[in-house]
């Protein structure tokens, strides 16, 4: 298979990622679940309507107490159809993030190609934690909370996506693989490192505090939000639904990416296209 997508193949990609998000709206809506859609999705929708012409996958935020209300939601409206993926329902499971994967069907990237685990066409979910007020704390926090992140990729993946070349990527994957090798030989905990990572990340849910985010992407800063410009949501068109997005979206997309609006050079036009990919059932139905 070709290492780039002919368009329809992504086009029914993005359909049935598209039908994750009603269904997961759908138990959203109906139980009064906050959540809102970040990154290139709010790229997409500002900038497309929809997605962004050649990405092939959807991220979705919630707070940490409706994520977990969610996830135990999802289980009991859907069990036939959908399947939880994160680190507590399969310890091989290297990322922070929660997959909502549809089952039947197949959707592996090349990075996580080795990983034991049933991966399918997904939609992307990122527990926001609350991020202490304190500066000195916060930073704290999030080193810590990034620096478990990493571990437990690398306790998987000996030898991840850098977004960078050269001597100094050579250098990098030497080192991930030296602390690869060495956490197997030592045997070090899979769920240990995940549950450190979650302690660093959800330290301060038990007390208020003025803005919430997530802290454990290839930037630990990039995706947080102070509440006043969280909150109220706003509802923007994508595809032919209407997505909730954080108030000022357009401030923290221009924070993250600076001019989102303009169209990157096409060989900056990322996806994550995949080693594996299978439509089950739905190549047929849809």
């Known amino acids: 298979m070709a290492k780039e997508y002919d368009d329809i193949t992504l086009h029914k990609v993005q359909r049935l990622e598209l039908e994750i998000l009603k269904d997961f709206m759908s138990v959203c809506d109906e139980y009064d679940l906050k959540y809102f859609g970040l990154a290139g999705t709010g790229i997409g ?108 990729i690398l306790r998987s993946v000996p030898h991840p996506v850098l977004g960078f070349k050269g001597f100094k990527a050579h250098l990098v994957q030497f080192i991930c693989a030296c602390v690869h090798y060495s956490m197997r030989i030592l045997h070090i905990n899979k769920f240990w490192i995940y549950k450190k990572c979650l302690n660093a990340c959800t330290k301060y849910n038990h007390q208020p505090t003025k803005r919430i985010g997530f802290l454990c992407d290839t930037n630990p800063y990039s995706n947080m939000f102070d509440l006043d410009d969280l909150y109220p949501l706003k509802k923007l068109k994508f595809e032919d639904i209407e997505l909730n997005f954080p108030k000022s979206l357009e401030k923290h997309l221009e924070y993250t990416f600076g001019d989102y609006m303009k169209l990157p050079p096409v060989e900056k036009r990322k996806n994550h296209f995949p080693f594996e990919l299978d439509f089950g059932d739905y190549y047929e139905n849809n």
């Open 45 to 152: 929708a500002i900038r497309h309507q929809g997605f962004i012409p050649w990405d092939d996958d959807i991220d979705i935020a919630l707070p940490r107490k409706d994520f977990d209300r969610f996830l135990e939601l999802v289980q009991q409206k859907f069990p036939e159809k959908y399947e939880v993926l994160n680190t507590k329902t399969n310890v091989n499971y290297p990322l922070m993030t929660t997959r909502l994967v549809l089952k039947g069907t197949k959707f592996r990237e090349y990075a996580l190609k080795n990983i034991d685990c049933d991966f399918g066409l997904f939609l992307d979910l990122y527990p926001f934690d609350n991020l202490c007020d304190d500066e000195k704390q916060f930073k704290k926090q999030a080193r810590n909370a990034w620096f478990w992140s990493k571990i437990l």
